[in-house]
């Protein structure tokens, strides 16, 4: 046991887990902010896709890095505002216009990627971001490695989610979202336009969408795949209900989910395959869907979560 | 000076004539794609519709295709009918995939296989629908998400499954082994692969019309989903009427995985379904949830499908063409319905 034990917490374990968790805490903030705003985002498994294949498709024609992440984030503001335009000023069902903007972003994501770059054998790589050990602290033990010797993308995500807390909880902006998603109706009364500060959540929630989907194809694989996201949006929607619709909550979410996957990938890697790796992939949607069933009765999710607002209808 | 303005009523003519505005909406828009890959919209549209619709060969496979999203735009339509929001119309065709297969894998008359098969597979699709109907009518979880979440569940446990103890062991590959060859749907024309389980998809939209708009049941549904609390005030058990729709929306969806183990694939592998349960959502938003609309609408989504890798050979515009299409239509079909619901009226300009 010991010895199994050994090989899979051996050095780098930690480093894979906060890895791992980098696009998933981009991804969850994203569809928090949308949500806590009352915007069911669906479409992030599509929007994090597209993203990944615009930032891939900059960078690998422009050889600038940053210039592929803009992209990226462009991509997945826009196609935030698209389901924002849908949802929140036109007032359609969000689950709906969600999975539309799924398959409408992914087909695109497919067409344009075999549009530049054909059939090819052998994807097309790029020379994707390298860690940068930040002086002093990466040399600190176990941590040093793990957290401080990363891409500057995870030094983002680090940064992103007390940074998340505080626009959401300490800021008027994030007064305003929290409002327009608890009720809309006293924000409305208020003074708050709940049609604009919608808009920004969810154009937000799309841009960091965006940034998780620029990490997948730049700095994790260095290329473009049509399963590169595989599941990944979904599991941030788990995420965010798991993780209370609380930023903290919801990065503390991903970072388990990312131990859980680290584990498995571990496992895989060294042959213990007693138990199938599937089961571990299982988890973080089983214990979602469990968790929703305890949580229901104290309500934690945003009220106005998946209604639209009319000023007109009362 | 334009404005948005409620409709008391909508004529009846709207529900044909919107999927049409949608669709012709959605191919205008994505003859963009097809310019910008460099080719002719009319000439890609062109082979599109006739390598789909254009002689009984291609008729043949583009009913083969439609046939699954007919059974998951049937379990969408009902269960949208009552507000029951199931998003897992894919994960329960797998479950129904995978159930029948096991079924068909055991040596029986063919006959009997194939019941079973049916029977298994739908009451595995129901199974899976069951659980986040449950969960909403004792929980109060909310059904969008723990029905979509489901699916990744249980395409995990069918991953588990073909990478593990169901292995075939013949090929190696991660796919299961083969159903008998006697639980195989018969092909109906010599030739082509028009399967029983297309003729059933027909047979079961206008039953499915018929349970919608002239049973207890169907009007149980519908006004469970147009007014719970009129439902309840009229005597209507509210949940049982949730729960008994879930069943049934989850049988259809099961179906369809019958029909792509028996009728297409003979076995499950990873990617029996390329998204038939979502495209399910597709055909029943375009068939405004009607069950006799969802028949055009999966043939004209699976025409789209078959004729694109018939325009990509020809013409060279991407086959995922038709994944664009087919999010683009659900989206403009959205838009569409607003004119349900409101008209737009000019406002003069002195008030």
């Known amino acids: ?314 | 000076m334009f404005r948005l303005e409620a409709r008391t009523s909508t004529p009846a003519w709207f529900n044909l004539v919107l999927p049409l505005i949608a669709i012709a909406a959605t191919l205008v828009l994505c003859s963009g794609l097809i310019a910008i890959a460099g080719a002719g919209v009319i000439e890609a549209y062109g082979v599109m519709l006739s390598a789909s619709l254009g002689d009984s060969y291609a008729i043949t496979e583009t009913l083969v295709r439609a046939a699954p999203m007919i059974f998951t735009g049937l379990a969408v339509a009902i269960a949208f009918r009552a507000k029951f929001w199931n998003i897992g119309a894919e994960g329960q065709l797998l479950a129904g995939a995978v159930a029948s297969c096991f079924v068909g894998e055991i040596p029986m008359p063919g006959t009997l296989a194939m019941l079973l098969m049916a029977i298994v597979g739908a009451a595995a699709g129901a199974v899976v629908a069951l659980v986040p109907a449950t969960l909403r009518v004792k929980f109060k979880v909310d059904d969008v998400v723990s029905s979509l979440l489901l699916n990744s569940v249980i395409y995990y446990a069918l991953m588990a499954l073909i990478e593990g103890p169901w292995k075939d062991t013949f090929s190696g590959y991660p796919i299961s082994p083969p159903i008998e060859d006697s639980a195989n749907l018969p092909v109906l024309i010599e030739g082509t692969r028009l399967h029983l389980g297309v003729v059933v998809a027909l047979i079961a939209a206008p039953l499915c019309w018929f349970l919608i708009a002239r049973t207890t049941l169907g009007f149980r549904i519908r006004v469970t989903g147009e007014n719970p609390e009129a439902a309840r005030f009229g005597g209507i058990n509210v949940q049982r009427v949730l729960l008994s729709t879930a069943l049934l929306s989850g049988a259809l969806a099961g179906l369809a995985g019958v029909g792509e183990v028996g009728g297409v694939h003979f076995q499950v592998m990873s990617d029996i379904s390329p998204g038939y349960g979502y495209s399910g959502i597709v055909v029943a938003m375009l068939a405004r949830l009607n069950p006799l609309g969802v028949v055009p609408a999966a043939i004209f989504l699976a025409a789209v499908m078959t004729g694109a890798e018939a325009m990509s050979r020809a013409t060279g515009v991407p086959a995922f063409l038709s994944d664009v299409i087919q999010g683009t239509a659900l989206l403009a079909m959205l838009v569409a319905l607003l004119f349900t619901a409101y008209r737009i009226r000019r406002v003069g300009a002195q008030t």
């Open chain 1, 1 to 314: 046991m010991s010895a199994v034990f050994e090989q899979i917490f051996q050095v780098g374990f930690l480093a894979a887990i906060v890895r791992i968790a980098t696009p998933l805490a981009f991804a969850t903030l994203g569809e928090m902010f949308s949500e806590r705003a009352g915007v069911l985002n669906l479409g992030i498994e599509g929007i994090m896709l597209l993203s990944a294949m615009a930032g891939f498709t900059a960078t690998s024609l422009s050889g600038s890095l940053w210039l592929g992440v803009l992209v990226a984030v462009l991509v997945g503001a826009a196609m935030g505002a698209l389901h924002a335009l849908f949802t929140v000023a036109l007032g359609l069902s969000q689950h709906v216009c969600g999975i539309g903007v799924t398959l409408f972003s992914s087909g695109l994501a497919y067409f344009l990627y075999r549009l530049i770059f054909g059939q090819q054998s052998v994807p097309p790589s790029i020379d994707g971001f390298k860690p940068v050990p930040i002086p002093l602290l990466s040399g600190m033990p176990v941590l040093g490695p793990a957290v401080f010797n990363q891409f500057t993308l995870v030094y983002l995500a680090i940064m992103a989610v007390p940074l998340a807390a505080f626009v959401l909880y300490r800021t008027p902006w994030g007064l305003s979202v929290r409002m327009v998603g608890e009720n809309p109706r006293a924000a409305d009364s208020a003074g708050v336009s709940v049609i604009a500060t919608r808009f920004q959540a969810v154009i937000l929630g799309g841009a960091l969408m965006g940034l998780a989907g620029a990490f997948l194809t730049m700095a994790q694989f260095n290329a473009f795949t049509f399963g590169v996201v595989s599941g990944r949006g979904w599991v941030a929607i788990a995420l965010v209900v798991f993780g209370r619709w609380d930023p903290w909550r919801s990065a503390g979410a991903a970072l388990l989910f990312a131990f859980v996957d680290a584990l498995q990938l571990r496992m895989q890697a060294s042959g213990l395959g007693h138990i199938p790796y599937e089961a571990f992939l299982m988890l973080p949607f089983i214990f979602t869907i469990v968790a929703m069933a305890f949580m229901s009765r104290n309500a934690v999710a945003p009220s106005a979560l998946l209604k639209p607002f009319r000023r007109e209808e009362r």
